[in-house]
C-alpha cells in the first residue's frame, strides 16, 4: 500500500476505491494514510464485519463490481487476485470498464493479479494444510483457461468442500481488454516493491492504468 500510493502520488485527501474489499483490511490501511476510503464487495456478511470499522473516511458498500459507480475517485484499487471469478468472460471486460468509469480525469486504475505463467510453473497439485487440528487437502489443477483449487475438510462431525476457479488471465490479455476499453495501460510491475515485471519470474501481475 505505502509503495502503490507513493508511487501515484496521491493527493492528501484523494478519494480512494478498494474494489473488491473483503473484509475491509486494505481499505482500513489506506484510512489511516488519511485517504477517504470507500470499501466495496458483493459479500453482504464481508460488508457487515468491515463496516464495524467505519468513520467519516472510511465508508463501506455491498456493490457489484460490474457497475460503475457514479462517484469519482482518485484512484481504484483491484488487489489480491480478485478478478476473473465470473462464470461469463464477457463480465471480465465489463469489469474493467466499470472501474475505468469509476475514475475522475486524473484518477488511476490498479490491478494487482497474479502473474499465470509463475502460478501455473510452479503449481503444487496436492498438498495437506493443518490449521487448529483441521486438515485441509487442498488440489490446483489447470482446466478451460480457468485455474482450479479444491478445498475438503471434516470439521464437527461434517464433510466441506470449496471450489475456487479464477480465469488465467495473462498480461496480453490484459492488454487487449484494455485497448478495447479504451484504457491506457501506464505500467506494469511483478510484485509488492514494484520491481521490473519478468512474464516467467514473476510472482504478480501488477498493472497501472488510466
Known amino acids: 500500500m505505502d509503495n502503490l500510493t507513493h508511487y501515484l502520488n496521491l493527493p492528501e485527501d484523494a478519494k480512494i476505491l478498494d474494489l473488491a474489499c473483503g473484509k475491509g483490511r486494505h481499505s482500513m490501511y489506506l484510512n489511516t494514510l488519511g485517504f477517504d476510503v470507500t470499501g466495496a464487495d458483493l459479500s453482504e456478511n464481508s460488508i457487515a464485519e468491515a463496516s464495524v470499522a467505519a468513520n467519516e473516511k472510511l465508508h463501506f458498500t455491498v456493490h457489484d463490481m460490474r457497475l460503475p459507480f457514479e462517484e469519482k ?113 501506464l505500467d506494469v510491475f511483478g510484485d509488492y516493491k514494484l520491481r521490473k515485471f519478468f512474464k516467467n519470474d514473476s510472482q504478480r501481475l501488477i498493472m497501472i492504468f488510466k
Do not use: C, W
Open 73 to 185: 475517485f482518485d484512484a481504484v484499487f483491484n488487489l489480491f487476485t480478485s478478478f476473473g471469478y465470473f462464470e461469463n468472460d464477457d463480465d471480465n471486460f465489463t469489469t474493467l470498464k466499470a472501474i475505468h468509469d469509476s475514475l475522475s480525469e486524473y484518477g488511476f486504475g490498479v490491478i494487482d493479479f497474479m502473474n499465470v505463467n509463475y502460478v501455473i510453473n510452479n503449481l503444487v497439485p496436492e498438498e495437506v494444510k493443518t490449521v487448529d487440528g483441521i486438515d485441509f487437502h487442498i488440489k490446483r489443477y489447470v482446466k478451460d483457461n480457468h485455474i482450479f483449487k479444491e478445498i475438503d475438510f471434516d470439521a464437527d462431525g461434517q464433510h466441506f468442500h470449496f471450489t475456487e476457479k479464477v480465469k488465467a488471465l495473462t498480461l496480453n490479455d490484459f492488454e487487449q481488454m484494455m485497448e478495447e476499453a479504451g484504457i491506457y495501460l
